[in-house]
C-alpha cells in the first residue's frame, strides 16, 4: 500500500506542470507550463559550470503533455537581451535569455513589474533563427512565440536579471 501510494505521488508529480524536473547538478533557470499546447518548458543550468568539467553549461526541454521529451538539448552558449523593455513603461523590466541550438536561440521572455514586488507578471517562450534575430533590437521577429501560464512559472531570478 505504501509503495502504490508513493508510486501515485512520484507520477502526479512529474506530470504537474507546475515543476521542474532538472537534473542535478542544473538547476531550473526557468521553467512554465504552456496551456495552449498542454505543454512545459525547462531552462535548466549549471551555477558553476567550471566545477562540473565535462557537462555542458545548460540545456532546455520542451515535454508536451506526459509524453517524452519532444526536444531536449545540452549547449554552452547562452545569450541575454532586453530588447523588449518598454522604455515608456518605467514600472517593467522585461529580459530574455536564450539557449543557442545550432542556428536557432530557445528562450524564455520574462517582464517584472516593480510595482508588484518584482514578480513575474507573464512569461513567454520565444524561438529565434538566429542569435542576430534575438539579440538584435528588432522586436517581434521570433518565429515562435508560446505563452506561459503566470501561476506555473517558477524562476531563478538572481541568475535572469542583468
Not at 515543476?19 to 543550468?45: G, H, K, M, Y
Not at 549549471?46 to 557537462?55: F, L, M, N
Not at 517582464?111 to 533563427?129: E, F, G, H, M, W
Not at 515562435?144 to 542583468?162: E, K, Q, V
Request: hydrophobic letters at 40%.
Amino acid at each position: 500500500m505504501m509503495r502504490r501510494a508513493w508510486v501515485v505521488a512520484a507520477t502526479l508529480l512529474l506530470a504537474s506542470p507546475a515543476l521542474a524536473n532538472c537534473v542535478p547538478p542544473w538547476q531550473t533557470q526557468f521553467a512554465c507550463a504552456i496551456p495552449e499546447r498542454d505543454a512545459r518548458a525547462e531552462f535548466c543550468r549549471i551555477a558553476e559550470p567550471a566545477q562540473h568539467p565535462g557537462k555542458k553549461e545548460a540545456y532546455y526541454t520542451y515535454v508536451v503533455g506526459t509524453q517524452p521529451a519532444e526536444l531536449y538539448f545540452e549547449t554552452d552558449s547562452t545569450w541575454f537581451s532586453t530588447k523588449d523593455t518598454d522604455v515608456d513603461h518605467p514600472t517593467d523590466l522585461t529580459m530574455a535569455l536564450g539557449y543557442a541550438r545550432g542556428d536557432y536561440v530557445y528562450a524564455f521572455v520574462v517582464t517584472q513589474d516593480k510595482r508588484l514586488d518584482d514578480r513575474i507578471r507573464d512569461a513567454q517562450i520565444r524561438v529565434y533563427n538566429s542569435t542576430d534575430a534575438f539579440t538584435n533590437d528588432v522586436k517581434g521577429n521570433e518565429v515562435t512565440r508560446l505563452s506561459c501560464d503566470p501561476a506555473s512559472i517558477i524562476a531563478d531570478l538572481p541568475s535572469i536579471r542583468p
